[in-house]
C-alpha cells in the first residue's frame, strides 16, 4: 500500500475526516513491529507524540486551524535541538545532554501542527554515508535488512522508507540528505545555502550544512520546504527572504527547459545507476525539454576539496566537547588530563580521525598546502557551475554511484566510504540547491536516484524538473 502524503493527512485532520490519534498509532504500530530489526531511531518519543497528537485532534474539534502540517507524523534526525529531549549527534560525547531550546526548524514545523515521533541514528556528528559510524548500532535498509540505508542521515531516511513516520528531516553537508534518500527510494532535497535557518543543528562544517526534508513525494517535499524556508534572525548565515512558494511550481512540466548533461562527469557509478540517468533525460526530453552537454571540469576536484574543508571546519566546531560544557565527562586529575580523557572515550574513530585530518590541513605549516588549496578548488567549481548555468537552467546526475551496499562491506577502508559522496559534494561547496528524486531501480532491483542540481535559489527550477521525474516514473 502506497503511505498516505503529508498532504493528504493534514487535509484530512484540519477537516476532521482523519483523526492525528489514528495516523500516530497506524506509525507506532508499524514501529512497534519493524523497528527492532531496522533501528531507525535513536529514541521514539510515543508518550509526547500520542499527548501532542490527541491535543490536536481536540482543537480542530474545537474549530482551531492547525496548520498546513496538521497531525503529519515527522522523524528529527538526532543532531537537532530539541528542549528537554536527549540529542546525541549518536556520539557518547553527547550522552545525557538535553538541549534548552528546540532548532528553528523544529519551532516552525511544531507551529505548522507536526506530530514528531522521535530522534533518529546518524553517522556520528554526521560524519559518514552508512550511518554505521553511529555509537549506537547501525541502522538498516527497510527495503533490505542486509543493506545500509545510506548516511549520515540513514535513520530519517529509513523512518520515512519504513513508514514509521510521513515524513523526516536530516541535514546534507556532502550528501547525507541526498544519498540516503537514493538508497532508500524516497526523495531528499539539500536547499540552497541559508534558505533554511541552521539555528539548532548541532554544528559539523558550518559552510556547508543545510537541514532539509525526506518524504514520498516531491509535493510533499515541496510543503516542507514551504514550513522549513525563509528567514531566520538567529542565523547570521540565513538569505533574507520569505519562505519559498514551492507547491505552485509543479504542474508547470519541463517544455522548454534546458536540462544539461555533464559529458566530463567523474566515472564510476554501476551501469544500472547510468542507465536509469540516461532513462530519466529520455523521459525530459519526451516532455519538452531539451538535453545540453556542459562541462564542470573541477567537479572531479570536489570529494578532495571537501574532505579538507569539512574537517578543518569539524576541528573547529568538535573543540567545544571538551567534558566540561555538554553531556560526557571522564575525571581525571588536572583539567587537560579530563580533556584528553573524555575526548578519547567520548569520540568514534570516524570522528577523531576527521579532526586530526581538519587540524592538520589548518596547522601553520600546511595552511596553504592543504586547506587553502582547497579554498581554490572551491572557487572554480563555482566558476564551472556558473558556465554550466549559463547554458542549463539544471544539471542531472547520478545521486549515489551504487545502490545500497551491504553492512560492513566497505569495512575499514574510509576512501571507499568517501566515493559514495563524489556526486553529491560539489554541490554542497557552492552552496547550490539539489534533491534526490526516485527514478526506478538499478542493480539487484533495488532503488536508484536521480540527482536534480539548480543554481542558488533555483529551487523553482528543481521542483517542476523533481515533479516530470516523479510523473515519468509512474
Ligand atoms: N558522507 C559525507 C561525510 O562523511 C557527507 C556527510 C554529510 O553530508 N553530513 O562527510
Same mark, same amino acid.
Given at each position: ?25 497506524e ?34 474539534a474545537?474549530?482551531?486551524?492547525l496548520?498546513?502540517?496538521a ?12 528542549r ?17 531550546y528546540? %532548532?528553528?526548524v523544529?519551532?516552525?514545523?511544531a ?14 556528528? @554526521? ?33 520515512? %522508507? ?5 515524513? %523526516? ?5 556532502g ?5 540516503p %534518500? ?12 541559508g534558505?533554511?535557518?541552521?539555528? !539548532? ?26 514550513v522549513?524556508s ?8 540565513s ?32 551501469? !544500472? ?6 532513462a @530519466?533525460?529520455?523521459?525530459l526530453?519526451?516532455?519538452? @525539454? ?14 578532495t ?20 560544557? $555538554? ?11 579530563m ?26 605549516g ?18 564551472? $557551475? @556558473? ?40 554541490t ?34 528543481? $521542483? ?11
Amino acid at each position: 500500500m502506497t503511505p498516505r502524503t503529508a498532504v493528504d493527512t493534514a487535509a484530512g485532520v484540519r477537516s476532521g475526516s482523519l483523526r492525528a490519534a489514528d495516523v500516530l498509532e497506524e506509525h507506532l504500530a508499524r514501529v512497534a513491529s519493524r523497528e527492532a530489526e531496522i533501528h531507525a531511531f535513536n529514541l521514539v518519543t510515543q508518550d509526547a507524540a500520542r499527548a501532542r497528537a490527541a491535543d490536536i485532534d481536540r482543537r480542530v474539534a474545537a474549530g482551531e486551524d492547525l496548520g498546513p502540517l496538521a497531525g503529519v507524523t515527522i522523524a528529527l534526525k538526532d543532531n537537532l535541538c530539541t528542549r528537554g529531549v536527549p540529542t546525541t549527534c549518536s556520539s557518547r560525547i553527547l550522552e545525557g545532554w538535553k538541549p534548552p531550546y528546540d %532548532a528553528s526548524v523544529v519551532e516552525r514545523l511544531a507551529a505548522a501542527g507536526a506530530v514528531f515521533v522521535g530522534k533518529t541514528n546518524l553517522d556520528e556528528f @554526521a560524519m559518514g554515508s552508512s550511518t554505521e559510524n553511529s555509537a549506537f548500532g547501525p541502522t538498516r535498509n527497510p527495503l533490505d535488512t542486509s543493506r545500509v540505508p545510506g548516511g549520515s542521515s540513514g535513520g530519517s531516511a529509513a523512518a520515512v %522508507a519504513a513508514d514509521f513516520a510521513t515524513v %523526516a528531516i536530516g541535514s546534507d553537508t556532502g550528501g547525507s540528505i541526498r544519498q540516503p %534518500a537514493a538508497l532508500c527510494g524516497v526523495v531528499g532535497v539539500k536547499p540552497t545555502y541559508g534558505a533554511v535557518s541552521r539555528y !539548532g543543528l548541532i554544528a559539523f562544517a558550518s559552510s556547508l550544512d543545510q537541514i532539509g526534508p525526506f518524504t514520498h513525494t516531491v509535493e510533499d517535499a515541496a510543503l516542507l520546504m514551504e514550513v522549513i524556508s525563509g528567514h531566520d534572525a538567529r542565523d547570521s548565515t540565513s538569505i533574507p527572504q520569505p519562505a519559498m512558494q514551492l507547491r505552485q511550481e509543479l504542474g508547470k512540466g519541463v517544455e522548454g527547459l534546458r536540462i544539461g548533461r555533464i559529458t566530463d562527469l567523474p566515472a564510476g557509478a554501476d551501469p !544500472g545507476i547510468m542507465a536509469r540517468l540516461d532513462a @530519466a533525460f529520455a523521459a525530459l526530453e519526451a516532455q519538452g @525539454a531539451s538535453i545540453v552537454d556542459v562541462q564542470v571540469p573541477a567537479f572531479t576536484y570536489g570529494l578532495t576539496a571537501y574532505y579538507l574543508v569539512a574537517p578543518a571546519e569539524a576541528s573547529s566546531n568538535l573543540a567545544r566537547y571538551d567534558g566540561v560544557r $555538554f553531556g560526557m565527562r571522564v575525571e581525571a586529575p588536572d583539567t587537560n588530563a579530563m580533556y584528553s580523557a573524555t575526548r578519547a572515550a567520548g569520540f568514534g574513530d570516524e570522528v577523531k580521525r576527521r579532526i586530526m585530518i581538519g587540524t592538520y590541513a589548518l596547522s601553520a605549516g600546511y595552511f596553504d598546502a592543504y586547506y587553502g588549496k582547497a579554498l581554490k578548488i572551491r572557487r572554480l567549481i563555482a566558476n564551472d $557551475f @556558473a558556465a554550466a548555468y549559463a547554458k542549463a537552467d539544471v544539471l542531472l546526475t547520478p545521486t549515489s554511484p551504487t545502490v545500497a551496499f551491504e553492512l560492513g562491506s566497505k569495512g575499514d577502508n574510509p576512501l571507499a566510504m568517501y566515493l559514495c559522496d563524489t556526486y553529491t559534494i560539489p554541490t554542497n561547496l557552492v552552496g547550490h540547491p539539489a534533491m534526490s528524486v526516485p527514478f526506478g531501480t538499478a542493480e539487484l532491483g533495488l532503488p536508484a536516484g536521480v540527482q536534480i542540481m539548480a543554481p542558488t535559489l533555483g529551487e523553482p527550477v528543481m $521542483f517542476r524538473v523533481a515533479a516530470a521525474l516523479e510523473e515519468a516514473a509512474k
